[in-house]
């Protein structure tokens, strides 16, 4: 009964006018970086694409490591490298929801249990388009256009989570740049296709793993800390995030 009613459940949630913006592009009018308390902002580069030159150089290296000392079968008992993101001294962004605060507050993939954070504007003026992983044909495309061989290194992170065994490639962030200002992950996409396996080719495939829902990573110096900034914390039955009074 139970699993007969849950796509007539998720027909209600994606029809709902609350829901409609999992299906939209970034909104570049209002976007906001999330700093978790102990933390610092994260600077905004000015030449990111020779930061992302050096993270492509560092994971061509992991790849040849990996595939020179770890086991080719899938199924060992390895652990390597799960995520497929962009390097994280990018800065990452997501829009906010009325009065629940960005929404990098709440949607986090893999957080640590955060309990206060700060919340900065950040204005967006981008002279190029941002890429919309809008589906998981979205993200195949990237691969197909921009790919970086990734087979050793994810091979038993990403079978134990598909099952799948073969060959396995993530985007070239650092070529991706060269053509768009950023990348953006909507929360459709990421409820639709996140941690599950994505046809590239015939014999490649690729996954979403790390992304949180509506991030966008900004590859261009075009941004700027907007200069407002709210304090948040997470509420004492930690059901929810409220804006507090003053900031800490």
């Given at each position: 009964?139970?699993?007969?009613?849950?796509?007539?459940?998720?027909?209600?949630?994606?029809?709902?006018?609350?829901?409609?913006?999992?299906?939209?592009?970034?909104?570049?009018?209002?976007?906001?970086?999330?700093?978790?308390?102990?933390?610092?902002?994260?600077?905004?580069?000015?030449?990111?694409?020779?930061?992302?030159?050096?993270?492509?150089?560092?994971?061509?290296?992991?790849?040849?490591?990996?595939?020179?000392?770890?086991?080719?079968?899938?199924?060992?008992?390895?652990?390597?490298?799960?995520?497929?993101?962009?390097?994280?001294?990018?800065?990452?962004?997501?829009?906010?929801?009325?009065?629940?605060?960005?929404?990098?507050?709440?949607?986090?993939?893999?957080?640590?249990?955060?309990?206060?954070?700060?919340?900065?504007?950040?204005?967006?003026?981008?002279?190029?388009?941002?890429?919309?992983?809008?589906?998981?044909?979205?993200w195949a495309e990237l691969c197909r256009r921009?790919?970086?061989?990734?087979?050793?290194?994810?091979?038993?992170?990403?079978?134990?989570?598909?099952?799948?065994?073969?060959?396995?490639?993530?985007?070239?962030?650092?070529?991706?740049?060269?053509?768009?200002?950023?990348?953006?992950?909507?929360?459709?996409?990421?409820?639709?296709?996140?941690g599950t396996e994505i046809s590239v080719d015939?014999?490649?495939?690729?996954?979403?793993?790390?992304?949180?829902?509506?991030?966008?990573?900004?590859?261009?110096?075009?941004?700027?800390?907007?200069?407002?900034?709210?304090?948040?914390?997470?509420?004492?039955?930690?059901?929810?995030?409220?804006a507090d009074p003053t900031p800490y």
């Amino acid at each position: 009964m139970r699993r007969r009613s849950t796509p007539r459940t998720a027909q209600h949630i994606a029809a709902s006018p609350v829901t409609a913006w999992w299906l939209t592009p970034v909104d570049l009018a209002d976007q906001w970086v999330v700093v978790w308390d102990g933390t610092t902002a994260t600077a905004i580069s000015a030449d990111p694409l020779t930061v992302l030159r050096e993270h492509r150089a560092r994971f061509i290296e992991r790849e040849r490591v990996a595939a020179s000392d770890r086991p080719t079968d899938p199924a060992a008992k390895f652990t390597g490298d799960w995520w497929s993101t962009p390097p994280r001294s990018m800065v990452t962004s997501t829009r906010s929801i009325t009065d629940l605060g960005p929404v990098g507050l709440a949607w986090v993939e893999d957080g640590l249990g955060w309990e206060r954070a700060q919340a900065k504007r950040v204005a967006a003026t981008p002279t190029r388009t941002v890429f919309e992983i809008d589906s998981a044909d979205a993200w195949a495309e990237l691969c197909r256009r921009f790919p970086l061989e990734q087979t050793a290194s994810k091979r038993q992170d990403w079978y134990r989570t598909t099952g799948r065994a073969g060959r396995w490639v993530v985007p070239d962030w650092a070529q991706v740049a060269e053509h768009y200002a950023g990348i953006h992950l909507q929360v459709g996409a990421y409820l639709s296709a996140a941690g599950t396996e994505i046809s590239v080719d015939d014999n490649t495939s690729s996954v979403i793993a790390g992304w949180d829902p509506d991030q966008t990573y900004w590859f261009s110096p075009d941004i700027a800390y907007a200069g407002e900034t709210t304090a948040w914390h997470v509420t004492e039955h930690g059901s929810r995030w409220r804006a507090d009074p003053t900031p800490y």
